[in-house]
């Protein structure tokens, strides 16, 4: 059976883009894996990957103009995606409800599939939700955004799936951010990752690339690694804690240990 996992903050511009491409990415060295764009508002995967001219994508796929696998590509990195562009007159037409039904149509296709959602709670985040089994939440170590958070979770929790923790990202952007034990308290929930703030991560974009593959060896590369390897299980993860042990030093330092 394939895992659907998606990544969601109800809050934008947290990170869920590149934390979907550079998980699925890292993923996908290990297990088949499929990274889906299901924000139909504002789509973002095809943009952080260099914007090539796509005929047929999710959009195409969700109006019955093209079959799933016509809109499957793989980026240069090596990932594999099924990538979302939309025109003004296709937001008019989408069934957002036809979403759940396409995405568990790739059963079998992969064994990891990783959902990038919209930002809110609109019908389309929801749908996305509805489609998973397992929840990833994303958010920044400030208040309102971990405020935010609370209610993904919430909706989450609702409709019954998995939630699988709490992604800290950007973190150390800021000189005043909530701390990794206030955030579990709020939110009421384990942190199981750290990414740190990385201008390398921009540098990625302006490269059109997962940072973990213009930058394998960079903070924010090692913490997906490490947060790859935990979604994995055990037998992963013990292999690449080893590299990132400044990764594990800096979480360390984060919660207060160190
Ligand atoms: N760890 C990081 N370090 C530095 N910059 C980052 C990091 N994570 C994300 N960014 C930058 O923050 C911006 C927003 O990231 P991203 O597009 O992934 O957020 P998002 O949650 O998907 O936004 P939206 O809600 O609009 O879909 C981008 O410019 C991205 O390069
Ligand atoms: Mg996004």
Redesign the pocket.
């Known amino acids: 059976m394939s895992r659907y996992i998606c990544i969601a903050?109800s809050k934008?511009?947290?990170?869920?883009?590149?934390?979907a491409i550079n998980l699925a990415h890292t993923i996908g060295k290990h297990k088949k894996t499929l990274l889906v764009d299901a924000?139909l508002t504002?789509p973002?995967v095809n943009v952080h990957l260099g914007s090539p001219i796509l005929k047929k994508t999710l959009a195409q796929v969700l109006k019955d103009e093209a079959s799933i696998y016509q809109a499957i590509y793989t980026h240069e990195s090596g990932l594999r995606v099924l990538p979302t562009i939309t025109s003004l007159q296709d937001l008019k037409k989408l069934k957002y409800e036809r979403l759940r039904g396409v995405i568990r149509s790739l059963e079998g296709e992969a064994d990891i599939i990783l959902m990038d959602s919209?930002?809110g709670l609109g019908r389309e985040t929801i749908s996305t939700i509805e489609a998973a089994n397992e929840i990833l939440i994303?958010t920044n170590p400030e208040l309102s955004s971990v405020l935010d958070t609370q209610k993904t979770i919430q909706v989450a929790h609702e409709l019954g799936k998995t939630i699988l923790g709490v992604v800290v990202?950007?973190a150390g952007e800021h000189r005043h951010e909530l701390k990794v034990n206030e955030i579990e308290k709020l939110l009421d929930l384990p942190v199981i990752g750290i990414?740190?703030?990385?201008?390398n991560?921009?540098e990625a974009?302006k490269l059109s690339h997962p940072v973990t593959h213009s930058h394998p060896r960079t903070k924010?590369s090692r913490s997906y690694e490490e947060l790859a390897g935990l979604l994995l299980g055990k037998k992963y993860f013990d292999s690449v804690n080893k590299k990132s042990r400044l990764m594990h030093d800096y979480v360390l330092e984060r919660i207060g240990l160190v």
């Not at 934008?12 to 590149?18: E, L, N, W």
């Not at 990414?195 to 201008?199: A, L, N, S």
């Open positions: 903050s934008g511009g947290v990170g869920k883009t590149t934390t924000n504002t973002n919209a930002a994303i990202n950007k990414i740190p703030y990385d201008k991560v921009k974009l924010a």
